[in-house]
């Protein structure tokens, strides 16, 4: 129990500023260690107001303790980046505030001010807090993922627009096209003319889009490839790993010290096990929750695994016949390929 409240934070800062942030305004409040607000102020989202925040906060924290201070802003990669910035740049201890529950902000109220308090209750009232995660090499692979993520579903919607064309198209065009590939198709229709002009200028059109969505993708995976290269090339040593699913890992971890352990890596995946047991029933079931694009990485590695991997295929073998479902042999699957990502990223990261 000691070491549990020492991790605390109300038992290393005298106060904690809360922010609630926006567009054009960032409001916040300090509040002691025992969750007392002393003032709240609302600033421009400016590096002026950035500024003229440091300066109350300072004021503000210093008649209390030591002036110990912890900030708890709302949306760190979001309208809060400027302000997590400076306050970094400034030295300051940052923390990314958790999302209340619906039912909490129902009962409490909503104002920008009552939700920068609850911000700082809220990581107050935690065991563990969460850093902002880290500009630089981490923020690269986001963007290259979200990216590629835009571009398959662009990608995606087009050849099935392209496919519903060449659908109900004449059937001297239909002939050229059947058992083609789709890419062969496409590669045929970028150059199409015919007496069918509005059909096959959009064929055309959509064909040369498929293709720059291809070139983009081709060069995004080699980007992601590159990246995670650099940052922790063990990971694509290992079997179901890809340079997609080891970006999102990357992505997720962050930085050292985000998360305090592996079974943190695992609930922010969503991989960890939740009990579901009733009278003589034990067993668990799979989490709903944490960030659901680590969980789909992960998800996809156990796939690929189960497909292509003999000791997971052995693995697989032996639970079935200890009576075990699909369902929860994937979810063990998804906890240990959790366990091992963390233990490779920390110690080559």
Known sequence: MPSILAE?????????????????????????????????????????????????????????????????????????????????????????????????????????????????????????????????????????????????????????????????????LRERFRGQSTIRQVRHAAVLTGHDHVRHAHLAALAGQILELDRLLTKNLAQLRALVKTLCPTLLEQPGIGPVTAAVALAAWSHPGRLRNEAAFAALAGVNPIPASSGRTTRHRLNRGGDRTLNSAIHTIATARQRCHQPTKDYVTRRTTEGRTPREITRTLKRYIARQIWRIIEATA
């Open 8 to 172: 605390r934070l109300a038992d290393r800062v005298d106060a904690v500023i809360g922010v609630d942030t926006h567009t054009d305004t960032h409001t916040a409040a300090v509040v002691t260690a025992v969750g007392t607000v002393l003032a709240e102020l609302t600033v421009p989202a400016t590096a002026e107001g950035a500024a003229m925040l440091l300066a109350w906060a300072d004021e503000r924290t210093a008649p209390i303790g030591t002036g110990r201070q912890a900030w708890a802003i709302d949306g760190t990669r979001a309208h809060g980046i400027g302000l997590t910035r400076a306050l970094n740049a400034a030295g300051r201890s940052v923390l990314e505030a958790p999302k209340p529950a619906a039912t909490v902000r129902r009962r409490g109220g909503k104002s920008d001010a009552l939700d920068a308090i609850h911000a700082a209750r809220a990581v107050l009232a935690a065991d563990h807090q969460a850093t902002p995660r880290a500009d630089g090499a981490r923020e690269d692979l986001r963007i290259l993922h979200v990216c590629r993520r835009h571009y398959t579903d662009i990608r995606t919607a087009t050849v099935n627009l392209f496919k519903s064309l060449t659908l109900t198209a004449d059937d001297d």
